[in-house]
């Protein structure tokens, strides 16, 4: 549906935080969820100085509440000294948009940064953008590990909602993904394709934040923008899985699912010893973690402080923030959801995500049941599906 806004998004990032009510909210968007052992070690240390645990996103962004502004900007200064190609970049600047990534594929990482190179610095690319690459290569380790799993199904991060999606596929060319419909473009460069595709939607946008808000004259514009440095093909790829969590180890990767995206300090800890033995961390807009190279002692080692059992009742279940957190909740959505889990009334094979008023935020790509919180003080569940809300 054509829409037109009339202002610019104010999604958050490391610099423009957002007034929660318990203090300053920093949003930070790791190029593909790499996240090193430094960066973890930084946004939990501010997030425990606030009072809170670090948050996985929707759009596999790390959220920090309850900052001062002193504590924020120090944490920002901290993270541009770091590693000056990841969070914030040795000017200072956020990635503008968030760029998810297939999180156990090593083909995707030099695509995702080279598309970061490119955004950065950018002021004419809406915060609500969202750009995947997704490794879809028969063999690769994405694929092949969800090949053995679930067979009728393919892709990762291209069932997210994302504006523009690159896929990795076997036959020739890098293809294009449109609010995922496939338009047949292809391009021998992955990052060169989504980088194009960023530009031809910042040039037709007008105030849209997202492709979906296009007009057809805006679209067919972007499309014949396109046409001129793709190849053109057959468009036949469809998106993933709304929800390709897939707990446990394969190989030498384990995937771990914290309860309601919230990374505590022990649970911090219990991953800096194991990135301290070699592992890698990705965090997914699924709200799981990825640790490639994983010691074969990795799920013991976090055991009771993330799901690592495939048949947890937390897959598939996440929540707003809620009360006392956010001024506007009409309840505390988290511990209401907590209890309904551990009632057994909530969990299992329905993709829920709670919410403590009509914003909805947080909501995830893909279909899912909305629960919302009512003035009455029950809940009432809408389905939604495709929309991201940050
Ligand atoms: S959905 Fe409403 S209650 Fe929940 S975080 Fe957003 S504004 Fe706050």
């Known amino acids: 549906m054509p829409r037109t806004r009339s202002r610019p998004d104010a999604c ?42 670090i948050e996985l996103t929707s759009r596999g962004s790390w959220q920090v509440r309850g900052l001062a502004g002193t504590t924020a900007d120090d944490l920002a200064d901290a993270l541009r000294d770091d590693r000056p190609d990841a969070l914030v970049d040795a000017r200072g600047r956020d990635v503008p948009c968030s760029i998810i990534a297939s999180p156990r594929s090593t083909a995707v990482d030099p695509v995702a940064g080279a598309v970061a190179t490119g955004l ?23 694929t092949g590990r969800r090949q053995r799993r679930f067979p009728a199904t393919e892709g990762d991060v291209s069932g997210q909602g994302g504006d523009i999606t690159v896929v990795l596929p076997d036959d020739d060319g890098a293809a294009l993904l449109l609010d995922g419909v496939d338009t047949g473009l292809r391009h021998d460069d992955p990052a060169v394709l989504a980088l194009a595709a960023v530009d031809a939607f910042t040039t037709h946008r007008g105030s849209a934040w997202r492709v979906r808000e296009l007009d057809d004259a805006a ?4 499309g014949a923008e396109l046409a001129e440095v793709t190849t053109p093909g057959v468009g036949t ?57 994983a010691p ?20 598939g279940i996440s929540a707003c923030v809620g009360a006392p957190r956010c001024r506007k909740s009409l309840t505390d959505v988290r511990g209401d959801l907590a209890a309904a889990v551990a009632s057994g009334h909530v969990g299992g094979q329905v993709r829920q995500h709670w919410v403590g008023c009509s914003r909805a935020c947080g909501t995830p790509g893909g279909r899912v049941a909305v629960v919302e919180a009512e ?16």
């Open 12 to 53: 958050p990032g490391a610099w423009r935080r957002h007034d929660a009510a318990d203090g300053a909210l920093a949003r930070f968007r790791p190029v593909g969820g790499a996240t090193t052992a430094t960066e973890l070690r930084l946004l939990a240390g501010a997030a425990a100085a606030g009072g809170s645990p």
């Open 120 to 142: 950065r610095g950018r002021v004419d690319v809406p915060g609500r953008l969202l750009v995947a690459i997704e490794d879809r290569r028969s063999g690769s380790p994405a």
């Open 219 to 222: 679209r067919a514009a972007v």
């Open 237 to 293: 790829l469809e998106p993933g899985p709304a929800d390709p969590t897939s707990l446990g180890t394969d190989g030498t990767a384990l995937e771990v699912l914290p309860r309601l995206g919230e990374v505590d300090l022990p649970t911090v800890m219990a991953l800096l010893e194991l990135l301290d033995r070699g592992a890698t961390l990705r965090a997914t807009p699924w709200r799981t973690l990825v640790l490639r190279d």
């Open 296 to 315: 074969a002692d990795a799920a013991q080692r976090l055991r009771g402080l993330v799901e690592t059992d495939p048949s947890s009742r937390w897959r």
């Open 375 to 390: 003035t009455s003080g029950t809940y009432r569940t809408i389905v939604r599906s495709g929309k991201v809300n940050g």
